[in-house]
Every structure is written in structure tokens, then in C-alpha cells.
């Protein structure tokens, strides 16, 4: 029973949803219990032969007409209650949803997203289960047992009443034996549901290269295998839960068997008429409904305290972000000032940035280049406020970022990776997603600045073209520009492109880069890229290696140093020049999807 007191707080916020729905379900019950006493008296009318057609239109009319009762109060506690359970699933779902929202990058490297998703569908359904059966088993099985043995004894008799359900101890004795032991078979239940959750995510995410490296067999095996185990678990569950079943009937056969033996010998004595044995009989079938109901009832509750607990486990974690709830709620123009001493990942004692500072002025673009693991991304998640806890500071318009309201602070940004995620809808609405108000005219121009604007023109629906789940029926450099326009639609303060020109050719490279130079002479442009092409033209270039800036100045003057950049500018002039001679001039994305 701790679920319910678990979920006191939502059956206190709508007391007055309940309190009519129990109303109407106690009402009920009052109604049921009449009809086995009718029955009761009509049995002894029939057996003195003294029935008249007055007396059964009577019994009919009463029997009809309580019958009609029951069902009119039987429809309205289903429909508060089931509609209590429906606002418990909103209320749950909405606060896992936002939950997810306001979690960190580390959060979601550790959980995976078929676990996630396994906690918003089938643990919240298993709760909202509670709040609906649950409640309805519980009160229904209760009442239902109480009003019966109070029939009995006021309509029939107290001492057959008492040796008729006396067997009934031996069911409760049941359902406490059973109780721990299906509570751990259902949250291993729910853990092997999330596993083969996350495992049919991963096979359909990445089915392009499961069939790409011929691994369809592999896939299905590990699939088969997943699947299983989740059916061994199960097969547990549905054992214990089985045991409930035969064990109630068994507690109902022994109190037909008492109703036989006893109330003959008290109707042979004339301690009860036949009529009073009748009622009896109807009255201990009414309750084989609450015995059963009692072990739905104890399924339904471990099930959902087994689905509480794990999603209350999620909802108490804590976002390693905290957001100033007094924080600026607008972002001014101005410069963005860095001063990192050092920074590591969480559970990573290693530093990966030391000694970082940089000053960008207003309007200023800066250009970010290095290997592979030297820092660069990992700087501009700490612009993003991805992650907080570093040793330093960082401001923008000479106010600390985290002093910024986080929704106020992220609108200011325009950020580009590499991989995009792309949404199952159209052209025009992916582009728009940061302002689903900017009209036509200012998606096409976003679109343009991209150089996006005529390959839309040649898609089959123009803008109204469905690009598929993650931008399947796009071009790598296509799903990039289109990402780019998506940031540049809401022009923003800081617009940061991670390696976001890779998969585009070099003449629409250059468009790109000339268009952001005309158009952001007052914004701040941070691009960071492993192309030296990319950043040529920037105000500043820095070059990381370790999680240190070891070379820093503009195009000219740092292949004057000699260095990295300038040997790392070298190496791809030659690869240009040969793959010009190779393939004639350059012309449309960089690899395609």
C-alpha cells in the first residue's frame, strides 16, 4: 500500500475528484447489497406458494429498478476516477518531460535514451494504473467485503456469517508472503523493458549501418537474445502473480463448502429458511469478485510502486547547471571575455583546458583550430553552459554568463555542429524552429545567407519538403546549411559554427563565410573548424593543442610563425590543388547521406 502514500500529494490536490468518485462507488455498493435480499425473500414467497402478481411485479420492479441505480452511480465514479487517473499521467509526464529539459550534458551521457524513453511510457503507465484500478480494487474490494458481511449477518444469520469467512485470513496471510517477492520481479520487469527499449532504439537509429557492414544477423541475435532474457524475467512475474488466482479460489471453495454443510444443517433446523440461504449463497458470490479484485489489486500496486520508484529516481536527480533565478532576463550587445585556469569532465581528473584566455570583441570573428581531443569544442560547450564547474570566468557584455538567465542567455546564441539533428517536418519548419513566428520572407533570406535558397528550389515541395526523420532525404552539406540557417534566422548575439562547414564544398564555403562577414559586422562570430580555409578571413585565429592556446594571431601572421597552423595550412593547400587537377573544379557538398 506505500503507493498510495506515495501519491498522496496528487489525491490531496484533487480530494474533491475523489471524494465524489468514492461517493458514487460507496453508493454503489449500497445499491448492489439490496437486490441479494429481494432475491432472499422472493425464494421464501415461492416456496409458502403464496405468490401473487402484485408481489412479482414487485420483486421484478425492485430488482430492475436497483439495478438501473447501480449502473447510473457506477458511471459516474468511473468517470472521475479514471479521469483522476488520466490528470495523475499528465501531471507525472509533464514534470519527467520537463525534468529531461532542465538535465545536464552528463545526465544524458549517462542514461540511455530507450531507458528514458521506458520511464515516460511504460513506468508512467504502470502508475497511472494506480490511480485509476488501484484505487477503484482497493475501495471496490473493501467496501464490497465489508457492506457483504454486514448483509449476511442483518438478512441471513451471524454464525453462518462467521464460519463463512473465516477462510478469508488465509488470503491476506497469502498476499503479504507474495508481496516482497513480486515487488523485486516487477522492477526487474521494468529494468528489462528499458533495456529492450534502448536496445530497439539503437537497432532502428542506426539501421543504415547495421546494413551498411552487413550485420543484420548480428543485430537480430543480440536482439533475440535481449529479448529472451526480458521473457525469463517475465515468466517470473506471471508465476508469482499466478499464484494469487487458484489461491483465492481455493479460500472461495472452502466457503461454499462451509455455506453447504453449516447453513443446510441451520435450514434442516429451521434456524433459517431456504430464502435466507439463497441470499446467503448470492451475497458470498458478490464476494468473488473483491477476493480476485484483491489480487489484480496487489499486482497493480507492486507494479506501480516497482514504476514510482524508478521514475522518482530520475526526477531526483540534479542538473549540475544551476540557473539564477534572479538572473538578467535580457542580453545586452557587447564583448565576450574568457579566463578558464583549468576545467575537467565530471568522474575525469584530467585537465582539458589550462590557462585559456581569450577577448573577443564585438562584432569580431574568432577562429578556433587545433587536433583532434586539443579542446576546441570543449571551450565552446563552457560558452554554452553545457557544463559550469570550471575554475575561472567567463562574461559577455561584462557580465558573468552564469549570472544569466539560462532560456534569456541560450536565445542570445546561434550554435552549428558538425551533426545536426534535424526534426520529421518540413523545410520551412526546421529552419524556423528557434521562431515559428519568422514569416516566409525571412526564412528564405536565412536560407539564402546560408546557401540553401536554390537547392530548395529544385526539392520536389520547395520549402513545404518533408525532410525526413534526422534530415534522411538530405545531403550531409545540405543538413548543415540548413542548420546554419536555422541559426541564423534569429540573428543572434553569438553565432558559434563547430566544424559546421565540413561537409560543404569550398566555393559555397566561401559564399558562406562572405555573407557572414557582410551581414554580422556588429555580432560576434566564433567558428571553429579543422579547415584553416574556414578561418582565414577571422579578426583572430588561436590555435589549442593539450587544452592551451600555443599559437594566436591573425592568417598572415601565424604562418609567418612557422608552426602548427602554418605546416597544417601547407598540407591542405597541396590536398586542394591535387584534388582540383583530379577532379576539375569543386562544386556541391562533401559527402552525402
Do not use: C
Request: glycine share 8%; net charge negative; hydrophobic share 45%.
Amino acid at each position: 500500500m506505500t503507493i498510495f502514500g506515495k501519491l498522496m500529494w496528487f489525491f490531496k490536490e484533487h480530494k474533491k475528484l475523489y471524494i465524489l468518485g468514492l461517493s458514487f462507488l460507496f453508493f454503489t455498493e449500497v445499491s448492489q447489497m439490496v437486490s441479494p435480499a429481494l432475491i432472499g425473500h422472493f425464494t421464501d414467497v415461492i416456496v409458502s406458494r403464496q405468490m401473487t402478481m402484485n408481489q412479482l411485479f414487485f420483486y421484478a420492479g425492485s430488482i430492475l429498478f436497483f439495478a438501473i441505480l447501480m449502473y447510473i452511480f457506477r458511471y459516474m465514479w468511473i468517470t472521475h476516477i479514471f479521469q483522476g487517473s488520466a490528470l495523475l499521467e499528465k501531471t507525472l509526464r509533464q514534470k519527467l518531460f520537463d525534468h529531461y529539459l532542465k538535465m545536464d550534458t552528463t545526465f544524458y551521457q549517462r542514461k540511455r535514451t530507450g531507458d528514458l524513453m521506458a520511464h515516460a511510457t511504460n513506468d508512467l503507465s504502470a502508475v497511472q494504473r494506480v490511480a485509476s484500478g488501484g484505487v477503484l480494487m482497493l475501495v471496490d474490494s473493501v467496501v464490497i467485503i465489508i457492506f457483504t458481511v454486514i448483509s449476511m449477518i442483518i438478512v441471513v444469520d451471524w454464525r453462518l456469517t462467521l464460519i463463512g469467512v473465516l477462510p478469508l485470513p488465509l488470503l491476506a496471510g497469502g498476499v503479504w508472503y507474495l508481496s516482497p517477492k513480486m515487488r523485486r520481479a516487477f522492477t526487474a520487469s521494468q529494468e528489462a523493458f528499458s533495456r529492450l527499449s534502448n536496445k530497439s532504439q539503437e537497432s532502428i537509429a542506426g539501421i543504415k549501418a547495421i546494413k551498411t557492414l552487413g550485420q543484420e544477423n548480428l543485430d537480430v541475435d543480440a536482439f533475440n537474445t535481449e529479448v529472451q532474457k526480458t521473457i525469463q524475467i517475465n515468466k517470473k512475474v506471471a508465476f508469482i502473480d499466478s499464484l494469487f488466482g487458484p489461491m483465492a479460489t481455493v479460500v472461495m471453495t472452502i466457503s461454499y463448502v462451509v455455506m453447504i454443510t453449516y447453513g443446510g444443517s441451520l435450514v434442516l433446523s429451521d434456524t433459517i429458511s431456504i430464502g435466507q440461504l439463497v441470499s446467503f449463497s448470492t451475497y458470498l458470490g458478490l464476494l468473488v469478485w473483491p477476493m480476485f479484485g484483491l489480487g489484480q489489486l496487489f499486482n497493480v500496486l507492486e507494479r506501480g510502486n516497482a514504476s514510482y520508484m524508478r521514475v522518482q529516481e530520475i526526477l531526483s536527480e540534479k542538473s549540475a547547471i544551476i540557473e539564477d533565478e534572479k538572473g538578467y532576463e535580457i542580453v545586452t550587445h557587447g564583448d565576450i571575455e574568457i579566463n578558464i585556469d583549468q576545467f575537467e569532465y565530471p568522474d575525469d581528473a584530467a585537465n582539458v583546458l589550462n590557462d585559456v584566455s581569450l577577448k573577443i570583441s564585438a562584432g569580431d570573428t574568432l577562429g578556433i583550430v587545433g587536433r583532434v581531443g586539443s579542446g576546441k569544442t570543449t571551450l565552446v560547450k563552457l560558452l554554452l553552459r553545457q557544463f559550469d564547474d570550471y575554475s575561472g570566468k567567463i562574461t559577455f557584455a561584462n557580465k558573468d554568463i552564469k549570472a544569466y538567465k539560462l532560456s534569456a542567455y541560450r536565445k542570445a546564441i546561434g550554435y552549428v555542429a558538425q551533426e545536426n539533428f534535424l526534426f520529421s517536418t518540413t523545410v520551412r519548419d526546421n529552419i524556423r524552429f528557434a521562431d515559428v513566428n519568422k514569416t516566409q520572407a525571412e526564412v528564405e533570406e536565412a536560407a539564402k545567407m546560408a546557401a540553401l535558397h536554390e537547392d530548395i528550389f529544385n526539392f520536389p515541395e520547395g520549402y513545404d519538403t518533408q525532410v525526413g526523420e534526422h534530415g534522411v532525404s538530405l545531403s550531409g552539406g545540405q543538413k548543415q546549411r540548413l542548420a546554419i540557417a536555422r541559426a541564423l534566422i534569429i540573428n543572434p548575439e553569438i553565432l558559434i559554427l563547430d566544424d559546421a562547414l565540413s561537409a560543404v564544398d569550398a566555393r559555397t564555403e566561401k559564399q558562406i563565410l562572405r555573407t557572414l562577414k557582410e551581414t554580422r559586422q556588429e555580432k560576434t562570430t566564433i567558428i571553429v573548424a579543422h579547415r584553416i580555409s574556414s578561418v582565414i578571413s577571422a579578426n583572430e585565429i588561436v590555435v589549442f593543442d593539450k587544452g592551451r592556446i600555443v599559437e594566436r594571431g591573425q592568417h598572415d601572421e601565424l604562418v609567418a610563425q612557422q608552426g602548427w597552423y602554418a605546416h597544417m595550412y601547407e598540407q591542405q593547400q597541396v590536398a586542394i590543388t591535387f584534388e582540383e587537377n583530379l577532379s576539375g573544379k569543386g562544386d556541391g557538398d562533401v559527402g552525402t547521406e
